[in-house]
């Protein structure tokens, strides 16, 4: 099986997952929304609510432990060198996602980035771009190319065990692979099952810092973490400057100034 055909499969299942979700927590209970969700982009916040919570108790009893066991068990530098690996896959797929929304420049620096961390970083187990200063352009997926070209991003919806996205970012995943390194390197079920594992943990543990000041501070942590995403996603969107106004043109209008 190709490699595109296989992440198809995993893609495929991650739309499923979603679509389970609409239907068995139901989009009816979403006809009377919260006040003021539709103004936040949220108009399914009582699904959304439910979701967030069961992720939030997988997370605790399973995910964050394994994570800590990952972390404590593993030296840092073979860490390091999952997190390169992984990495530099999405680095393929952000010069891919540069190409299309007619960057040229910037998908010739990625693409360079990558072409040295895979020859001479065996596989970009070892990050040399980086010691070479080649920086590492912010990642791109095939959500932002949407939303790039104008797509809108659609309601917020928190998908089952993957977490924030909106209803453009779940659509893209399908052809998504930025983070489907393991569908991308490994072809065998059993080995790519035993790497998305691997890089579901090394993830996680990047985020517990994170997530121990989240429950220090959040009073409504679904709330925080929701505005976050979509400031970041709009951000990411418009290359790190978003205009103020919801309303702007879309990002693709900067290249015909």
């Known amino acids: 099986m190709s490699a595109g055909s296989t992440h198809l499969g995993l893609a495929g299942r991650r739309a499923l997952l979603a679509l389970l979700a609409l239907l068995s927590l139901g989009l009816s209970g979403c006809a009377s929304m919260p006040e003021g969700a539709l103004a936040r982009g949220d108009p399914w916040e009582r699904m959304n609510r439910q979701v967030f919570s069961?992720?939030?108790?997988?997370?605790?009893?399973?995910?964050?432990?394994?994570?800590?066991?990952?972390?404590?068990?593993?030296?840092a530098v073979v860490r390091t060198g999952v997190n390169n690996?992984?990495?530099?896959?999405?680095?393929?797929?952000?010069?891919?996602?540069?190409?299309?929304?007619?960057?040229?420049?910037?998908?010739?620096?990625?693409?360079?980035?990558?072409?040295?961390?895979?020859?001479?970083?065996?596989?970009?187990?070892?990050?040399?771009?980086?010691?070479?200063?080649?920086?590492?352009?912010?990642?791109?997926?095939?959500?932002?190319?949407?939303?790039?070209?104008?797509?809108?991003?659609?309601?917020?919806?928190?998908?089952p065990l993957m977490g924030p996205s909106t209803l453009r970012d779940t659509t893209a995943m399908l052809l998504d692979v930025k983070d489907s390194g393991a569908s991308v390197l490994w072809k065998e079920p059993r080995d790519r099952n035993g790497a998305t594992v691997l890089q579901l943990l090394?993830?996680?543990?990047?985020?517990?810092?994170?997530?121990?000041?989240?429950?220090?501070?959040?009073?409504?942590?679904?709330?925080?973490?929701?505005?976050?995403?979509?400031?970041?996603?709009?951000?990411?969107?418009?290359?790190?400057?978003?205009p103020d106004e919801e309303s702007a043109p879309p990002a693709y209008k900067r290249l015909i100034k």
């Open 54 to 75: 069961f992720n939030e108790a997988v997370d605790e009893a399973a995910i964050k432990p394994a994570a800590l066991v990952y972390q404590n068990v593993v030296p």
């Open 202 to 242: 090394n993830t996680r543990v990047k985020l517990l810092n994170a997530g121990r000041v989240l429950d220090d501070i959040a009073l409504d942590k679904y709330v925080l973490l929701r505005d976050a995403f979509l400031a970041r996603r709009r951000s990411l969107i418009y290359d790190g400057e978003p």
């Open 85 to 159: 690996v992984f990495a530099n896959v999405g680095d393929a797929w952000t010069t891919a996602n540069l190409l299309l929304q007619a960057k040229p420049r910037q998908a010739l620096d990625m693409g360079f980035r990558t072409l040295v961390n895979s020859v001479f970083g065996l596989v970009g187990l070892f990050d040399v771009a980086d010691e070479m200063g080649m920086e590492r352009f912010a990642s791109e997926d095939f959500g932002q190319t949407l939303g790039y070209w104008g797509l809108k991003s659609g309601p917020y919806l928190v998908l």
